[in-house]
């Protein structure tokens, strides 16, 4: 049972929507206009799609955010969980439907896009650092079965699409600060030159951090051209930097450290010194980053049919400082506390998609053949150089690492009176390959194959025209990604032996129209998998894996979107999630709650603006059940809880400049809860800390040259 406080909380974004819906709508754009790619992979209405899917708009990202962390945009869609582990070493954890809690960093579970390129590495694991946020025209977060058509790893598709360059040259400029040191400028430019359009952005981001030892510098820049060659094609080339040096990581902290200071490091007992310093400060783990990609889309149509081709390439550099006790340096079987590989990926995506009339209704095919490979230089290195900890000693790893994917797939809608039918079928191919160029330890090379076909059926069927139902129906894949094989529960080299997890999912649902500018979602789904992937063991730095029995989840979502009267506006976006293991072994019974997922998540706003659009406010609320850090929910779990936030906003415009202003509260009555869950770790240092009541305040400046 929630607490009381906390109960009040989840109630309160579902009282507010009631209460601004007493007033008697006005006419406003509908929501079923929103147009959508992220399911069908050309642009169809949302509302006509046997899909869960939803869009957070430029006004949610752009206007009262800091454009850092997708997890400010992304709390309001129903099924998306985004912790923010206030740890920028370690990026956002995001989960859809439960499908990516377990990742100790960055995203998998869960297929990441930006432009049509993908921000996911052929493995599944995804960094959201890379997306660009200051351009962004909207998100499309896509869920349940017609996620498998984007392949491996697509337990959801969270898809980001930025701004096309406009025909007007201007210059903008903004900044903005916050608790915590929190400090970011952003530059940008977009206009067209003859027939090309352009879009320039660059942008410096720095905080001091929530915790001890979590400052973080962020530098990112993204750049945007755009052309037509004919009548009847469009060129676009994009290409985006990450640059992110010395990354502080305050890694986890125990359930009685979280209690005593939520802002604390946890203190390494073992050090020598007095008082004993904390493991992060005392290791100085920290993360460097700097990726760097471009990629360029083609697409050529004729008449009613449509040639696209997306080819991309790019390179990632981390390096990373972890924190290992002295004793686990002496094996010659430990690879090391400094992880260091340097990544080179590329792909290609072409299909060709068409439109026939067939049997009086009109069918649309998708066919495609999508291509992705990444080559890893990996080496380790001992986190000890004599006895200082921190700095990079001995050679501990040495390895290439080539990974590749081929995918052909096809997708085909029939649409005929109130029916619209649709099918796919996706066959993935993953190859793993290790060359070990460091045997002291023995020889780790090898390699191995992960192949799976999945299939999609769904159909709609239009009651009225405002209200349409849905059903849908698709088989899951999800292979082990490449930090997963890293190691063997006995301690060896590399896991081969990992079998990938495969699942079931299906859906029904509901879209309506329930007043002009008022539109109701609701999808109730069900997905059973075999073999899902959990944490054997993390001791000394390292983390095996191995394949669980049998999971289930089943759940109900739902989204509200209310345009109301005198400028009035309301969202809530709901879910229910029941997540479990449905066979026991080892320690974790049956009907265990899966690690890291809430069973219920409630976001809701209520806002307004003036007739004119130049002022507006709002309230939100978000809340969520707690949630277990381990398997056998045998340790504490982080509480549930809701927090309240609140912002203004101003625009003006003279001439040809236009400002703007926010102002935004969050957490205003000041709750202590946990933002994130490292879920497995064998030392109980699961629980990362959500900040408390914390402020951003900023402006911008846009100039247009004529």
């Not at 050309?42 to 869009?55: G, N």
């Not at 981001?205 to 990112?220: C, I, K, P, V, Y």
């Not at 059940?625 to 912002?647: F, I, K, S």
Request: charged residues 20%; neutral net charge; proline residues 4%.
């Amino acid at each position: 049972m929630l607490p009381r406080k906390t109960r009040l909380a989840l109630a309160l974004p579902l009282v507010l929507p009631c209460l601004a819906a007493s007033a008697e709508p006005e006419e406003a754009a509908t929501p079923a206009t929103v147009v959508v790619v992220s399911a069908s992979r050309s642009e169809h209405s949302s509302f006509d799609l046997p899909a869960a899917i939803d869009v957070v708009d430029a006004a949610h990202i752009r206007d009262t955010q800091l454009r850092v962390n997708a997890s400010e945009s992304l709390s309001s869609v129903p099924g998306i969980v985004v912790q923010n582990r206030q740890n920028y070493a370690q990026d956002l954890q995001i989960s859809s439907r439960g499908f990516g809690a377990r990742s100790a960093f960055g995203v998998r579970g869960v297929r990441l896009v930006t432009d049509g390129i993908p921000a996911t590495m052929p493995d599944g694991q995804g960094q959201a650092a890379t997306f660009n946020l200051d351009m962004a025209e909207r998100i499309e977060v896509l869920r349940g079965p017609f996620s498998a058509l984007y392949g491996n790893h697509s337990g959801g598709v969270v898809q980001l699409f930025t701004r096309e360059p406009g025909d007007t040259p201007n210059l903008g400029i903004s900044t903005a600060a916050g608790s915590d040191g929190i400090r970011k400028t952003d530059l940008n430019t977009q206009g067209t030159a003859g027939t090309v359009g352009y879009l320039l952005d660059a942008s410096h981001f720095e905080t001091d951090g929530l915790r001890q030892h979590s400052a973080a510098t962020r530098d990112q820049g993204y750049a945007k051209l755009t052309t037509h060659p004919n009548a009847d094609s469009r060129l676009t080339i994009v290409a985006n930097t990450l640059h992110q040096p010395d990354t502080q990581d305050p890694l986890g902290v125990t359930w009685a450290t979280f209690s005593r200071d939520a802002r604390a490091c946890e203190l390494d007992a073992s050090d020598t010194v007095s008082p004993p310093r904390c493991f992060a400060e005392r290791y100085n783990t920290r993360k460097s980053i700097d990726h760097s990609q471009a990629g360029l889309t083609y697409e050529q149509r004729f008449g009613e049919d449509r040639l696209h081709l997306t080819v991309y390439g790019g390179n990632r550099r981390v390096t990373q400082y972890q924190a290992f006790s002295k004793a686990f340096q002496a094996p010659a079987t430990h690879s090391g506390g400094v992880v260091d590989f340097d990544r080179n990926f590329d792909g290609v995506d072409v299909n060709w998609q068409g439109q026939r009339t067939l049997a009086g209704g009109l069918l649309r095919t998708t066919v495609g053949l999508e291509y992705g490979a990444s080559t890893d230089k990996r080496k380790g290195f001992e986190n000890f150089a004599g006895s200082e900890p921190g700095v990079e000693g001995r050679l501990r790893r040495d390895e290439t690492d080539d990974l590749s994917t081929l995918d052909p797939y096809v997708q085909t809608e029939w649409q005929r009176g109130r029916w619209i039918l649709t099918g796919g079928l996706r066959h993935t191919r993953l190859a793993v390959d290790v060359r070990d160029h460091y045997l002291a330890n023995g020889n780790d090379s090898g390699s191995v194959t992960y192949s799976r076909t999945v299939p999609l059926v769904g159909a709609l069927y239009k009651l009225s025209p405002t209200i349409n139902v849905y059903a849908s129906a698709a088989r899951g894949f999800e292979t082990p990604t490449l930090n997963e094989l890293f190691y063997s529960g006995t301690g060896g080299g590399f896991n081969f032996a990992l079998a990938p997890a495969t699942s079931l999912h299906l859906e029904m649902g509901a879209k309506a129209l329930i007043a002009p500018g008022t539109r109701l979602d609701a999808a109730v789904f069900e997905v059973h998998t075999h073999d899902e992937l959990m944490v054997d063991s993390a001791s000394g730095g390292r983390t095996s894996y191995r394949n669980a029995t049998r999971t289930l989840r089943q759940g109900l979502e739902v989204s509200l979107d209310a345009g109301l009267a005198a400028g009035w506006n309301a969202r809530l976006a709901a879910t229910w999630l029941r997540a479990v293991y449905d066979q026991g072994f080892a320690s974790v019974r049956a009907g265990s709650r899966l690690p890291g997922v809430p069973n219920a998540s409630v976001y809701g706003e209520l806002g307004w603006k003036d007739a004119s659009g130049r002022i507006g406010a709002a309230v939100e609320t978000l809340a969520s059940a707690n949630a277990y850090p381990d398997d056998a929910n045998a340790a504490h779990p982080a509480p549930g809880y809701a927090v309240v936030n609140a912002r203004v906003q101003a625009s003006q415009a003279f001439n040809r400049w236009e400002t703007r202003e926010f102002i935004r509260l969050n957490n205003l009555f000041d709750r202590s809860y946990v933002g994130s869950l490292i879920v497995g770790d064998s030392n109980q240092r699961y629980y990362e800390a959500a900040p408390g009541r914390n402020w951003i305040v900023g402006m911008s400046a846009q100039y247009r040259f004529r």
